[in-house]
């Protein structure tokens, strides 16, 4: 099937507009290879230091002459999703030995639970803990003795923290191995319910926690399709996975042996055989293109609106909120899982899952199929879906129909013809908007603004009663220079509440959401940014502003000459504690949401 001919365009102004950064990507992994990672170049001190930690490995190591692979984990109890890695290294070790290769830990990076931080001043540090991952990634791999690399992580700034490090080492073949969902429990639509509820003082506190422990109920990534499960779309549609591991359940045979398999295909793919397949190599703009394209057909979080831009610098490729838009306009939307629909991760996967949306994509032109990937035959291996036949894991086509078209569709036949994503340009700057779980009527609002710069300061407000009524919501001071950007999901409730009382409400933030946040418009990744001179610091309670996701519109509608002359609000102090003030340099040279938000790109002038 031909492709898009607007797919074509935007891949080629992707292209031309990182041509001269992809060249001097690819130069760097040229020079790293050469002199990098050939572990005889090291001193004898340097490798005896390297095997002491190992055991029955060192023979093996010491003679040099298969891949030692670098495992990069992000380990720990505290994410439900990260939980399941505990002991995959002792696994991975013996699978490797199985393919004559070895493997050892190399690092630790951190991760930080968006749900357990979410509402509180931790939440302040998740943006940036994305390049702390990126950062501790490269001192993982710093040590020059691994010919390949697996990364162990999931969520949402994981998955992007560890690609930008990694793809500082793109001369190295490297899997992104998952570890799947945790099996349905409380249908998300029903703990949104009892949350609506609790804001309104309908149900104790003890029944809501009773609620949320339902829904979060044991080891494994949380069900909604919010940015954890939509980094492992991406990565599927990158190439980055075994094909269709990303949703295979923890503890299940099927998760077992596509770990397996994960590792034992690194050890094929590395230069000193005939299939050299580096990471690098394989995030070219054509698989850029692609994680949009499945971000947009899935209704994926829009937080990628942000990690995508991030770690397509890291090889050299710039994408920009444009493209987003363009794809947007000729993306079919093809699912819809909560908090697009009602169906969680587990229904995506058993209607068909990763692999369907793939094989669907491929076949009506509107995905790159000629790209490099771990698995063997291309981006066709990842339209079909992993099986065990017996003890064998074998891949399956899919038949001409999902198992449910209630939450996956085909091509032909898609939820909307157009993706659920936005952007909205006017007075106050550029704004993202998902639309595809916001119902149609909602997408034009007009009203008079209340302006807050606390998102505690909202849920006040609400409960005083002093948001009854048609209300854009803003909360500012919100920007990843301000106070590191964070989720302002916790207004999702009270927003829902006034909603569903029938008054027209949107949410308007230099700020973003959680990828699990919904069917309230939000105009969110506002920039220029409050901190620093954006126009949202100009606007005053009663201000009226029109956000239209029809036409892309987001303006306040004061008098032309007013406006220019309004004073910008002075900003909150820095805040200090839950070690914020630590993160300070972060906030003070990242770059703006649409360029990923990084200090660490930026100041390294990528
Ligand atoms: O972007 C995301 O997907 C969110 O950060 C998600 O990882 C976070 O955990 C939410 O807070 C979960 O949703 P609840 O807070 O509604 O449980
Ligand atoms: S999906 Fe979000 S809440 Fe669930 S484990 Fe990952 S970061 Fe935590």
Redesign the pocket.
Known sequence: MTLHPEIAAVTDRVIERSKARRRAYLALLDAERESGNDRPKLGCANLAHAYAGTDEQREQMKAGRSMNIGIVSAYNDLLSAHAVYYRYPEQMKIWAHEAGATAQVAGGVPAM????T??YQGMEL?LFSRDTIALSTAVALSHRTFEGAALLGI??KIVPGLLMGALRFGHLPMVLIPGGPMKSGLANKE??KI?ELYAEGKVSRDELLDA?IA??HSKGT?T?Y?????NQMMMEAMGLHMPGAAFANPGTKLRQELTRAAVHRLTEIGWNGDDYRPIGHVVDEKAIVNAAIVLLATGG?T?HLIHVPAFARAAGITIDWDDFDRLSRIVPLLTRVYPNGSADVNGFEDAGGPSFVIRELLGAGLMHGDTLTVGKGGMADYGRKPEMAGDTLVWTEHGEKSGDDTIVRTASDPFSSEGGFRILKGNLGRACIKVSAVERERWTIEAPCRVFADQLEVQEAFKAGELERDVIVVVRFQGPKANGMP?L??L?PPLGVLQNRGFKVALVTDGR?????GKVPCAIHLSPEALGGGPIAKLRDGDVVRLCAESGELSALVDAAEWEAREHVAAPPPAIGTGRELFAMLRHHCDEAEKGASAMLAEAGL
Request: hydrophobic share 20%; proline share 0%.
């Open positions: 639970c968006d749900g357990v979410q509402g998740s969520c949402d703990k949104a949350r949320e829904a979060y949380c909604f919010g940015t954890a499960n939509s979080s937080n989720e999901h916790k999702t959401m959680s990828g699990a946040s």
